[in-house]
């Protein structure tokens, strides 16, 4: 089993960066799958971009490719998500998830959750 907590949301303005960072507790962390989602008000949860245990594949979401970037270190437990050219619309919150295979999945497909962390990006 794995904990997740995420951290480093906030408020930016349009066009900025930010970069959440998710800290997993457990010494099996480099052995799951990552992602973020991302959830809107009155929106389901949808998928933004997920990373395998070693870090050599990922995927993102078409709405944030070029912009985003998800990465790991496995020493330090910790999955972070690179925001860049932030717009209104993603003003959400960003939750990590953990599952033991790496695929393009739904989120009922992910058995391990943050509780997440708000980022408004304003206009």
């Known amino acids: 089993q794995v904990q997740l907590v995420e951290s480093g949301g906030g408020l930016v303005q349009a066009g900025g960066s930010l970069r959440l960072s998710c800290a997993a507790s457990?010494?099996?962390?480099?052995?799951?799958?990552m992602a973020w989602f991302r959830q809107a008000p009155g929106k389901e949860r949808e998928f933004v971009a997920a990373?395998?245990?070693?870090?050599?594949?990922?995927y993102y979401a078409d709405s944030v490719k070029g912009r985003f970037t998800i990465s790991r270190d496995n020493g330090k437990n910790t999955v972070y998500l690179q925001m860049n050219s932030l717009k209104p619309e993603e003003t959400a919150v960003y939750y990590c998830a953990a599952r033991k295979f790496l695929g393009i999945v739904s989120a009922d497909e992910y058995p391990y959750w943050g509780q997440g962390t708000q980022v408004t990006v304003s206009s």
């Open positions: 990373i395998g245990w070693s870090g050599g594949r990922t």
């Open positions: 457990g010494r099996t962390f480099s052995t799951y799958a």
